[in-house]
Protein backbone atom coordinates (compact mmCIF):
# COMPACT_ATOMS: atom_id res chain seq x y z
CA UNK A 1 0.00 0.00 0.00
CA UNK A 2 3.03 2.31 0.86
CA UNK A 3 4.34 1.75 -2.69
CA UNK A 4 1.01 2.42 -4.22
CA UNK A 5 0.75 5.41 -2.68
CA UNK A 6 4.17 6.73 -3.23
CA UNK A 7 4.04 6.19 -7.05
CA UNK A 8 0.63 8.15 -6.82
CA UNK A 9 2.43 11.39 -4.97
CA UNK A 10 4.83 10.47 -8.26
CA UNK A 11 2.00 10.63 -10.82
CA UNK A 12 0.29 13.71 -8.91
CA UNK A 13 3.73 15.56 -9.49
CA UNK A 14 3.69 14.71 -12.89
CA UNK A 15 0.34 15.98 -13.77
CA UNK A 16 1.39 19.43 -11.80
CA UNK A 17 4.37 19.35 -14.52
CA UNK A 18 2.09 18.95 -17.03
CA UNK A 19 0.21 22.57 -16.07
CA UNK A 20 3.73 23.76 -17.69
CA UNK A 21 2.73 24.22 -21.24
CA UNK A 22 -0.74 25.29 -20.54
CA UNK A 23 1.37 28.17 -18.19
CA UNK A 24 3.54 29.47 -21.07
CA UNK A 25 0.73 29.56 -23.49
CA UNK A 26 -0.44 32.42 -21.86
CA UNK A 27 2.87 33.98 -20.73
CA UNK A 28 3.87 37.09 -22.02
CA UNK A 29 5.39 37.13 -25.27
CA UNK A 30 8.37 38.78 -24.53
CA UNK A 31 9.11 35.83 -22.04
CA UNK A 32 12.15 33.56 -23.82
CA UNK A 33 11.70 29.95 -22.99
CA UNK A 34 15.35 29.35 -21.24
CA UNK A 35 14.66 32.56 -18.88
CA UNK A 36 11.05 31.20 -18.27
CA UNK A 37 13.25 28.06 -17.12
CA UNK A 38 15.40 29.71 -15.28
CA UNK A 39 12.74 31.98 -13.62
CA UNK A 40 11.21 29.08 -12.58
CA UNK A 41 14.18 27.61 -10.87
CA UNK A 42 14.81 31.09 -9.15
CA UNK A 43 10.96 31.16 -7.72
CA UNK A 44 11.14 27.75 -7.05
CA UNK A 45 13.71 27.43 -4.86
CA UNK A 46 13.02 30.17 -2.79
CA UNK A 47 9.86 28.82 -2.04
CA UNK A 48 10.81 25.63 -0.60
CA UNK A 49 14.12 27.45 1.03
CA UNK A 50 11.49 29.72 2.97
CA UNK A 51 8.99 26.50 4.05
CA UNK A 52 11.89 24.54 5.36
CA UNK A 53 13.13 27.39 7.17
CA UNK A 54 9.43 28.30 8.65
CA UNK A 55 9.02 24.82 9.42
CA UNK A 56 12.40 24.60 10.61
CA UNK A 57 13.00 21.05 9.44
CA UNK A 58 16.16 22.41 7.76
CA UNK A 59 19.15 20.05 8.94
CA UNK A 60 22.56 20.52 7.73
CA UNK A 61 23.83 17.55 9.10
CA UNK A 62 25.52 14.50 7.37
CA UNK A 63 24.81 15.69 3.77
CA UNK A 64 26.91 13.69 1.77
CA UNK A 65 27.92 17.30 -0.06
CA UNK A 66 29.14 15.21 -3.63
CA UNK A 67 25.44 13.72 -4.07
CA UNK A 68 23.88 17.07 -3.17
CA UNK A 69 26.18 18.87 -5.78
CA UNK A 70 25.43 16.24 -8.74
CA UNK A 71 21.77 16.33 -7.94
CA UNK A 72 21.45 20.52 -8.00
CA UNK A 73 23.71 20.22 -11.03
CA UNK A 74 21.56 17.37 -13.03
CA UNK A 75 18.66 19.48 -12.09
CA UNK A 76 20.15 22.72 -13.35
CA UNK A 77 21.51 21.23 -16.66
CA UNK A 78 18.15 20.59 -17.69
CA UNK A 79 16.46 23.83 -17.86
CA UNK A 80 18.37 25.14 -20.63
CA UNK A 81 19.23 21.66 -22.04
CA UNK A 82 15.48 20.68 -22.64
CA UNK A 83 14.72 24.11 -23.39
CA UNK A 84 16.93 24.80 -26.51
CA UNK A 85 16.47 21.24 -27.44
CA UNK A 86 12.93 22.26 -28.06
CA UNK A 87 14.40 25.98 -29.50
CA UNK A 88 16.52 23.73 -32.34
CA UNK A 89 14.24 20.79 -32.91
CA UNK A 90 10.73 21.68 -32.30
CA UNK A 91 8.57 21.31 -29.57
CA UNK A 92 7.33 17.40 -30.96
CA UNK A 93 10.77 15.94 -31.34
CA UNK A 94 12.58 17.86 -28.67
CA UNK A 95 9.69 16.86 -25.74
CA UNK A 96 9.63 13.06 -27.29
CA UNK A 97 13.24 12.35 -27.16
CA UNK A 98 13.87 13.98 -23.76
CA UNK A 99 11.14 12.72 -22.02
CA UNK A 100 11.13 9.44 -23.67
CA UNK A 101 15.08 9.05 -23.08
CA UNK A 102 14.71 9.48 -19.33
CA UNK A 103 12.84 6.25 -18.59
CA UNK A 104 15.79 4.61 -20.41
CA UNK A 105 18.43 6.11 -18.96
CA UNK A 106 17.45 5.96 -15.55
CA UNK A 107 16.71 2.02 -16.54
CA UNK A 108 20.19 1.82 -17.29
CA UNK A 109 21.73 3.60 -14.50
CA UNK A 110 20.09 1.28 -12.41
CA UNK A 111 21.35 -1.75 -14.21
CA UNK A 112 24.91 -0.55 -14.17
CA UNK A 113 25.34 0.97 -10.67
CA UNK A 114 22.91 -1.02 -8.53
CA UNK A 115 22.80 -4.19 -10.84
CA UNK A 116 19.49 -4.76 -11.26
CA UNK A 117 18.30 -5.59 -14.49
CA UNK A 118 15.07 -3.58 -14.88
CA UNK A 119 11.55 -6.88 -15.13
CA UNK A 120 9.54 -7.20 -17.96
CA UNK A 121 6.48 -5.18 -16.43
CA UNK A 122 8.73 -2.41 -16.50
CA UNK A 123 10.16 -2.41 -20.12
CA UNK A 124 6.20 -3.36 -21.27
CA UNK A 125 5.18 -0.14 -19.18
CA UNK A 126 7.94 1.89 -20.71
CA UNK A 127 7.30 1.24 -24.17
CA UNK A 128 3.68 1.17 -23.80
CA UNK A 129 4.28 4.96 -22.13
CA UNK A 130 7.12 6.05 -24.99
CA UNK A 131 4.97 4.71 -28.10
CA UNK A 132 2.11 6.59 -26.62
CA UNK A 133 4.23 10.22 -26.39
CA UNK A 134 5.11 9.41 -29.42
CA UNK A 135 1.76 9.73 -30.99
CA UNK A 136 0.73 11.95 -28.79
CA UNK A 137 3.10 14.68 -30.38
CA UNK A 138 2.89 13.74 -34.01
CA UNK A 139 -0.47 15.91 -33.70
CA UNK A 140 1.80 18.46 -33.94
CA UNK A 141 1.67 20.36 -37.52
CA UNK A 142 5.53 20.51 -38.22
CA UNK A 143 8.20 18.04 -37.32
CA UNK A 144 12.23 18.91 -38.00
CA UNK A 145 15.05 17.35 -36.98
CA UNK A 146 18.45 19.03 -35.90
CA UNK A 147 20.98 16.86 -35.04
CA UNK A 148 22.71 18.92 -32.28
CA UNK A 149 19.02 19.70 -30.56
CA UNK A 150 18.64 15.75 -30.36
CA UNK A 151 21.35 15.90 -28.20
CA UNK A 152 20.26 18.44 -26.01
CA UNK A 153 17.15 16.79 -25.91
CA UNK A 154 19.33 13.44 -24.80
CA UNK A 155 20.85 15.37 -22.67
CA UNK A 156 18.24 16.59 -20.99
CA UNK A 157 16.61 13.17 -20.48
CA UNK A 158 19.71 12.17 -18.92
CA UNK A 159 19.76 15.08 -16.75
CA UNK A 160 16.45 14.22 -15.06
CA UNK A 161 17.55 10.51 -14.74
CA UNK A 162 20.62 11.31 -12.81
CA UNK A 163 18.80 13.86 -10.87
CA UNK A 164 15.85 11.40 -10.03
CA UNK A 165 19.06 8.44 -9.20
CA UNK A 166 20.91 10.53 -6.99
CA UNK A 167 17.57 12.19 -4.86
CA UNK A 168 16.35 8.92 -4.25
CA UNK A 169 19.46 8.01 -2.32
CA UNK A 170 19.07 11.58 -0.38
CA UNK A 171 15.15 10.84 0.78
CA UNK A 172 15.92 7.52 2.37
CA UNK A 173 18.47 9.26 4.71
CA UNK A 174 16.91 13.16 5.29
CA UNK A 175 13.31 14.43 5.27
CA UNK A 176 12.38 15.19 1.73
CA UNK A 177 11.50 18.75 2.07
CA UNK A 178 15.05 19.69 3.35
CA UNK A 179 16.39 17.66 -0.43
CA UNK A 180 14.23 19.58 -2.67
CA UNK A 181 15.13 23.14 -0.44
CA UNK A 182 18.82 22.65 -0.76
CA UNK A 183 18.93 21.24 -3.75
CA UNK A 184 16.98 23.08 -5.65
CA UNK A 185 18.22 26.76 -4.17
CA UNK A 186 22.04 25.74 -5.13
CA UNK A 187 20.01 24.63 -8.37
CA UNK A 188 18.88 28.30 -8.67
CA UNK A 189 21.92 29.62 -7.87
CA UNK A 190 23.61 27.55 -10.63
CA UNK A 191 21.59 29.18 -13.40
CA UNK A 192 21.38 32.87 -11.84
CA UNK A 193 23.53 34.09 -14.54
CA UNK A 194 20.96 33.08 -17.04
CA UNK A 195 18.22 35.89 -15.37
CA UNK A 196 21.17 38.70 -16.81
CA UNK A 197 21.12 37.78 -20.32
CA UNK A 198 17.09 37.82 -21.42
CA UNK A 199 14.49 40.38 -20.76
CA UNK A 200 12.96 39.82 -17.31
CA UNK A 201 10.57 43.01 -17.62
CA UNK A 202 7.61 40.38 -18.50
CA UNK A 203 8.37 39.14 -14.36
CA UNK A 204 6.98 42.73 -13.41
CA UNK A 205 3.57 42.23 -15.44
CA UNK A 206 0.49 41.00 -13.42
CA UNK A 207 -0.03 38.05 -15.98
CA UNK A 208 3.80 37.30 -15.83
CA UNK A 209 4.38 37.52 -12.30
CA UNK A 210 1.32 34.96 -11.93
CA UNK A 211 2.78 32.79 -14.60
CA UNK A 212 6.08 32.68 -12.57
CA UNK A 213 4.41 32.18 -9.38
CA UNK A 214 2.48 29.14 -10.64
CA UNK A 215 5.15 27.53 -12.36
CA UNK A 216 7.93 28.19 -9.57
CA UNK A 217 5.36 27.31 -6.69
CA UNK A 218 2.78 25.08 -7.87
CA UNK A 219 5.06 23.12 -10.72
CA UNK A 220 8.41 23.13 -9.43
CA UNK A 221 8.42 23.39 -5.53
CA UNK A 222 5.09 21.49 -4.66
CA UNK A 223 5.29 18.88 -8.05
CA UNK A 224 9.32 18.02 -6.88
CA UNK A 225 8.63 17.83 -3.31
CA UNK A 226 5.87 15.37 -4.13
CA UNK A 227 8.38 13.84 -6.39
CA UNK A 228 11.01 13.28 -3.44
CA UNK A 229 8.68 11.59 -1.12
CA UNK A 230 7.39 9.48 -3.80
CA UNK A 231 10.71 8.23 -4.40
CA UNK A 232 11.14 7.05 -0.69
CA UNK A 233 9.45 3.65 -1.81
CA UNK A 234 9.97 3.60 -5.42
CA UNK A 235 13.21 3.14 -7.70
CA UNK A 236 14.13 5.89 -9.79
CA UNK A 237 13.40 3.56 -13.01
CA UNK A 238 10.06 3.53 -12.42
CA UNK A 239 9.95 7.34 -10.87
CA UNK A 240 11.02 8.05 -14.25
CA UNK A 241 8.53 6.19 -16.54
CA UNK A 242 5.25 7.56 -14.22
CA UNK A 243 7.03 10.71 -14.91
CA UNK A 244 5.65 10.41 -18.63
CA UNK A 245 2.30 11.66 -17.23
CA UNK A 246 3.65 14.88 -17.94
CA UNK A 247 2.94 14.76 -21.38
CA UNK A 248 -0.27 13.05 -21.06
CA UNK A 249 -1.67 16.11 -18.79
CA UNK A 250 -0.15 18.89 -21.36
CA UNK A 251 -1.96 17.43 -23.71
CA UNK A 252 -5.46 16.99 -22.29
CA UNK A 253 -5.16 20.75 -20.71
CA UNK A 254 -4.38 21.57 -24.52
CA UNK A 255 -7.28 20.17 -25.50
CA UNK A 256 -10.07 21.42 -22.50
CA UNK A 257 -8.28 24.27 -21.73
CA UNK A 258 -6.61 25.66 -25.31
CA UNK A 259 -9.09 24.34 -27.15
CA UNK A 260 -6.34 22.50 -29.13
CA UNK A 261 -7.84 19.47 -31.91
CA UNK A 262 -6.05 16.22 -31.38
CA UNK A 263 -5.38 13.75 -34.26
CA UNK A 264 -6.79 10.13 -34.31
CA UNK A 265 -3.28 9.23 -33.27
CA UNK A 266 -2.72 11.51 -30.41
CA UNK A 267 -5.71 9.92 -29.04
CA UNK A 268 -4.18 6.49 -29.68
CA UNK A 269 -1.48 7.68 -27.64
CA UNK A 270 -3.01 9.27 -24.75
CA UNK A 271 -4.58 5.89 -24.37
CA UNK A 272 -0.82 4.25 -24.97
CA UNK A 273 0.17 6.47 -21.84
CA UNK A 274 -2.86 5.08 -19.89
CA UNK A 275 -2.23 1.59 -20.53
CA UNK A 276 1.55 2.02 -19.64
CA UNK A 277 1.47 3.93 -16.99
CA UNK A 278 -1.83 1.87 -15.57
CA UNK A 279 0.43 -1.49 -15.56
CA UNK A 280 3.24 -0.52 -13.81
CA UNK A 281 0.21 1.11 -10.58
CA UNK A 282 -1.34 -2.71 -11.17
CA UNK A 283 2.11 -4.22 -11.25
CA UNK A 284 2.62 -2.93 -7.81
CA UNK A 285 -0.69 -3.97 -6.44
CA UNK A 286 -0.51 -7.92 -7.70
CA UNK A 287 3.65 -8.49 -6.89
CA UNK A 288 5.37 -7.03 -3.53
CA UNK A 289 8.80 -6.51 -4.82
CA UNK A 290 11.47 -5.97 -2.28
CA UNK A 291 13.54 -2.40 -2.36
CA UNK A 292 16.00 -2.02 -5.02
CA UNK A 293 18.77 -0.45 -3.13
CA UNK A 294 18.05 -3.01 -0.23
CA UNK A 295 18.45 -5.75 -2.79
CA UNK A 296 21.91 -3.65 -3.70
CA UNK A 297 22.72 -4.04 -0.20
CA UNK A 298 21.97 -7.24 0.20
CA UNK A 299 24.42 -8.31 -2.75
CA UNK A 300 27.05 -6.33 -1.89
CA UNK A 301 27.27 -7.59 1.73
Keep these: MQKQSSMLLILLAAMLWGTTGTSQAFAPEAAHPIAIGAVRLA ?23 PTIFLAAISMA ?46 W ?67 LSPLLFLFDLSWVFSLRGAGISLHLGVLATGIAYLLFARGLAHV ?23 LRETLSLLSWVGILLLFCGIGLLIWSSRSTRQPDIVELAKEKHS
Design 43 to 65: VGGFFLLSLVLLTGKLTLKDWPL
Design 235 to 257: SSSTAVTLSLGEPLTAALLGVFV
Design 124 to 190: LSTLLSIAGCLLLVMNQASVSVDPFGIVLALGAGMSFAVYTFVSRDLVKTHPPLSVVAVVFTLSALL
Design 77 to 122: AYQPLFFSAVLMTGVAVGTVVAIGSAPIFSGVIEWLVLRNRPGTIW
